[in-house]
């Protein structure tokens, strides 16, 4: 299972920008798809969640300028960012949960290799 990330790059404060993320290989379903994030000298952080079936989860920091949404057909997440600021500069991860691939048993877990996103004036 490979997930790869994309869309970062940099922005100034006040825009937008728009990362997709995309889970590939012999996947039966995937429980829950979600973005982190990891600033320099920090922990990564959740930044939003979304299970195959349920309500979106936003870190209280990003809620009302960041939006999740999910294709569970193409086993992809995005991470649509508005209102950007200066804070949300990161390395934001792409997180797959709760991944069954085809012939397992056992659910896994896999993170992308990560995309930058730099907001800066």
């Known amino acids: 299972v490979q997930v790869v990330e994309s869309g970062g790059g940099l922005v100034q404060p006040g825009g937008s920008l728009r990362l997709s993320c995309t889970a590939s290989?012999?996947?039966?379903?995937?429980?829950?798809m979600g973005w982190y994030r990891q600033a320099p000298g920090q922990q990564r952080e959740l930044v939003a969640r979304?299970?195959?079936?349920?309500?979106?989860d936003y870190a209280d920091s990003v809620l009302g300028r960041f939006t999740i949404s999910r294709d569970n057909a193409e086993n992809s997440v995005y991470l649509q960012m508005n209102s950007l600021k200066l804070e949300d500069t990161a390395v934001y991860y792409c997180?797959?949960?709760?991944?069954?691939?085809?012939?397992?048993?056992?659910?896994?877990?896999?993170w992308g290799q990560g995309t930058q996103v730099t907001v800066s004036s």
């Open positions: 290989g012999s996947i039966s379903s995937i429980n829950t």
């Open positions: 997180n797959a949960d709760g991944v069954l691939v085809v012939g397992d048993r056992m659910l896994s877990t896999y």
């Open positions: 979304l299970r195959s079936h349920g309500t979106p």
